[in-house]
């Protein structure tokens, strides 16, 4: 029931339709754009939550999180650039450090001299 009159009591029921601005944009993408560092720092975040933040004034993002009880942790920034050329040193399993192998034959006689050594026969297949 609602009252109308001066000194009445308030309608507790009443919908809040006075809601603070939020301070970001998020596409149907589901990416979340702020405005600059500020705007990350002002970006609420649940607790025990992480959110990535893309900064729409600079070529950054920010990941926010905060811990168990809602306490913010330190903002993470991080600067990106396009890469506009594949990497100089392919990154292969195959390469040693210093790139020196060994091989079969030489492995067998360090074996041999290993067995020697420590009294051990060699099995011989």
Do not use: C
Request: charged share 20%.
């Amino acid at each position: 029931m609602a009252y109308n009159y001066p000194g009445a009591m308030p309608n507790y029921y009443q919908p809040n339709y006075m809601q603070a601005p939020q301070p970001y944009q998020q596409n149907q993408n589901g990416i979340i754009w702020v405005q600059g560092e500020e705007g990350a720092k002002a970006y609420m975040v649940a607790a025990g939550n992480s959110v990535l933040l893309m900064d729409s004034e600079a070529s950054a993002f920010y990941l926010k999180s905060t811990d168990a009880s809602g306490m913010p942790m330190p903002l993470r920034v991080f600067d990106y650039t396009e890469r506009t050329a594949a990497p100089k040193t392919p990154l292969t399993g195959l390469s040693a450090p210093g790139g020196e192998f060994v091989t079969r034959k030489e492995f067998d006689a360090l074996t041999a001299r290993i067995d020697a050594l420590t009294g051990k026969e060699a099995d011989n297949e």
